[in-house]
């Protein structure tokens, strides 16, 4: 018998129990029918109806749909005129049901609004719980909190026994938006106090209706150019000024309002006396001796001097070149032919719903103008000691928001949380519910191992338009899909893309083919039952044949030692074997074989993001941000990137010519040192030889003096 009618049948004869299901019906029908159409039955007339109805048809149908209702989502009571404390009177007060999240909390133009939570968190993680960083509205300074020693009290935070708790208040303001000041004029906005599910919607068409008028294969390219020209023309040279740039007297005054530009939107970090000069396009050709690439530069790079900007990559990037050309060069005519059309279809620089131009026709690069916030918010939460007694936190909010109803973007704490604690509890698993580059694999163990020892057995791919059809089979896929299936030998595992009939016979066809021809030789001579072992010990093997293992390394140590030689050898044949705990390392080794850039491209959306992250924060030190992904943003971060790159190597070029020249000084100092010593080395010989004493004068005086000497 149906539920339905079981419960049903229950609720009008709740006194008796164990019924028959044909002595219910017949009650049912019996009681129906006694009751006439126009009085009051047990149960509502249109649920009169559909009983009568149900009960008369053969098998009766399941009414358990009309007669109880589906539960229903918690709502949040509300209460009116609460007194918060001696200051403040609260319009409303919300009471939250446990484990609500609120992103839209209401507030009020004339008042403060309440909202009461109910905290399911440990004390000492609640300033990681508190429920307005579920709120998808930017709030900041100016706010504070109270400093320790200045507690409040209010009634709405009790304890246990009905006293007020010491609370902790933190107070902060709504940040709002920033926005284009002639798209959305600040006083344009419609301010709210609340965001119901219909209003969201009604921006998700809004920003869908945008996104479809500019949704073409010549819009994107035409946009991608657009924001490149911006971001040169933006940046320019970031080289140091060291030549001086000739300009007319028009060029100088136009040259004065862009730098302005650049060093309002620069907010203090332009650079230091950059150089002026001009971004100049360059037409590349093949002339078959020397081939020159198109791209810009600024008119002062050469090839002698290389350090100022330069792009010669663009015709290798899916830009419009001739509209750059248009732009460079200030071919006015290029620019309306490409231009015109493109501003037909709504979108482009001639759109004017969607760009700025100055009274003289040219183009405003406008500043995003902050559109302010009067909302307030106010969190009271007990202390960390009272938070187990008090599980409630209170945010009070006052205010009209004036900025416009933002989408829902932040993910909210309770989501986070439940995901972050889902991943961490997978571990190994996680490596089973991610796809693996098993194609590669494949290749790779057929031809390094043998027949016996392969994980991957089988690789089909079925073409879907050759296999019989049957109505228990998935929905068929896209015209031209094949169906993949992968046979490995480790508990019982098969991996198939999409489920039908025809799939699993030639599942079960290649099994039998696999087990017929070959049967597993390391199982075989490696058999537990063969083993020379006691029992307990060939059932502390078996413990082992698991996805995991309650205590494996105390299991091993009691094999090792108790099962003697043959338990060490059966050992060490497990260890040493290259598949064992096959998923972990066929996780491994095709991770290791594959470039650590290309990580998540055969992986999940959820685990492709993570170890996207995981990347970029360990190799490149990129960390998520909440900047615009606009494509102008991109272009700038890529030139800027470009251009730090090219400034660190020619500084490491520079740092190699200084250690040269420094080289080659201490070889000239050396050179200069040596050549000052020969020449005082030859003017000391020279001066010896004009100022000694001639050999036959020593003689002669000698000789007297032995004279003088002999004559005494």
């Given at each position: ?316 990037a899916q830009y419009n070149i001739d509209y750059i050309a248009a732009v460079f060069t200030g071919n006015t005519q290029a620019l309306a032919r490409i231009e015109e059309p493109v501003a037909e279809e709504n979108h482009g620089l001639l759109a004017p719903s969607i760009v700025h131009h100055l009274p003289d026709g040219k183009l405003q690069l406008l500043e995003m103008v902050p559109v302010t916030c009067a909302v307030k918010y ?116 098969v991996y198939i893309t999409r489920h039908t009939v025809a799939a699993h016979q030639h599942i079960f066809e290649e099994l039998e083919r696999i087990m017929t021809r070959r049967p597993p030789i390391i199982h075989y001579c490696h058999n537990i039952k063969t083993c020379a072992v006691k029992e307990p010990v060939r059932q502390l093997m078996r413990s082992l044949a698991c996805i995991q293992h309650p205590d494996w390394d105390v ?158």
């Amino acid at each position: 018998m149906s539920p339905g009618i079981l419960s049903i049948a229950q609720l009008l004869n709740p006194e008796e129990e164990n019924l028959d299901a044909r002595q219910e019906i017949a009650a049912l029908r019996q009681i129906l029918g006694a009751v006439p159409e126009g009085q009051q039955a047990l149960v509502s007339p249109a649920v009169h109806c559909h009983l009568k109805t149900a009960l008369h048809c053969d098998p009766p149908h399941p009414v358990a749909s009309v007669a109880l209702p589906l539960l229903a989502l918690p709502v949040a009571t509300v209460e009116y005129m609460v007194q918060l404390n001696r200051e403040t009177t609260l319009e409303r007060l919300f009471h939250h049901p446990r484990g609500a999240t609120v992103e839209y909390p209401k507030t009020s133009s004339s008042g403060t609004v309440g909202h009461l939570f109910h905290v399911e968190a440990d004390p000492s993680q609640w300033p990681e719980c508190l429920p307005w960083k579920d709120f998808q509205y930017s709030h900041g300074l100016p706010g504070g909190a109270t400093m320790n020693g200045s507690f409040k009290y209010t009634q709405l935070l009790v304890n246990s026994r009905g006293k007020p708790v010491c609370c902790q208040i933190q107070h902060k303001t709504c940040l709002g938006v920033k926005a284009c000041q002639h798209a959305h004029p600040p006083e344009g906005f419609e301010g709210h106090t609340s965001a119901t599910l219909e209003d969201i919607e009604r921006v998700r068409a809004e920003q869908r209706k945008t996104c479809d008028a500019w949704s073409s294969p010549r819009c994107d390219i035409f946009l991608k150019t657009a924001a490149y020209i911006t971001a040169v023309l933006h940046l320019g040279c970031r080289h140091p000024k060291q030549e001086p740039t000739c300009r007319t007297e028009q060029e100088c005054e136009e040259f004065d309002k862009l730098q302005v530009q650049r060093r309002l939107f620069a907010r203090g970090h332009f650079a230091n006396k950059p150089c002026e000069g001009r971004i100049m396009y360059h037409k590349g050709n093949d002339d078959g001796n020397e081939r020159k690439s198109t791209g810009l530069s600024c008119e002062h790079y050469s090839s002698y001097n290389s350090h100022h900007w330069a792009d010669f990559n663009i015709d290798q990037a899916q830009y419009n070149i001739d509209y750059i050309a248009a732009v460079f060069t200030g071919n006015t005519q290029a620019l309306a032919r490409i231009e015109e059309p493109v501003a037909e279809e709504n979108h482009g620089l001639l759109a004017p719903s969607i760009v700025h131009h100055l009274p003289d026709g040219k183009l405003q690069l406008l500043e995003m103008v902050p559109v302010t916030c009067a909302v307030k918010y106010r969190i009271w939460y007990p202390l960390e000691e009272d938070c187990a007694d008090c599980p409630y936190v209170l945010v009070t909010s006052e205010g009209e928001h004036t900025n416009p109803i933002l989408l829902p973007e932040r993910t909210p704490m309770a989501v986070r949380r439940d995901i972050l604690t889902l991943l961490k509890n997978l571990r190994e698993d996680l490596l089973d519910i991610t796809l693996r580059p098993v194609q590669r694999l494949k290749a790779e163990q057929d031809a390094n191992l043998p027949e016996e020892e392969h994980y991957i057995r089988v690789i089909l791919e079925l073409n879907n338009n050759n296999l019989p059809v049957h109505e228990e089979d998935d929905e068929p896929g896209e015209p031209g899909e094949r169906t993949h299936i992968i046979i490995c030998i480790i508990f019982c595992r098969v991996y198939i893309t999409r489920h039908t009939v025809a799939a699993h016979q030639h599942i079960f066809e290649e099994l039998e083919r696999i087990m017929t021809r070959r049967p597993p030789i390391i199982h075989y001579c490696h058999n537990i039952k063969t083993c020379a072992v006691k029992e307990p010990v060939r059932q502390l093997m078996r413990s082992l044949a698991c996805i995991q293992h309650p205590d494996w390394d105390v299991t091993v140590n009691r094999i090792r030692n108790e099962g003697g030689k043959a338990g060490k050898d059966w050992l060490r044949d497990k260890e040493t074997c290259r598949f064992q705990r096959s998923p972990l390392f066929a996780g491994k080794k095709a991770t290791s074989r594959s470039p650590s850039d290309r990580e998540g491209v055969h992986c999940t959306l959820l685990g492709g993001l993570l170890k996207g992250q995981q990347f970029d924060a360990l190799k490149m030190w990129i960390q998520p941000t909440n900047q615009p992904t606009m494509s102008v943003v991109n272009t700038l971060k890529n030139l800027k990137r470009q251009d730090q790159l090219k400034t660190n190597r020619a500084r490491t070029m520079e740092a190699h010519v200084a250690k040269h020249n420094d080289s080659m000084q201490k070889c000239h100092d050396a050179l200069e040192k040596a050549l000052q010593e020969l020449c005082r080395i030859g003017d000391d010989a020279h001066q010896q030889r004009t100022t000694a004493i001639p050999l036959w004068d020593v003689h002669l005086a000698e000789a007297r003096i032995a004279a003088q000497n002999g004559a005494q």
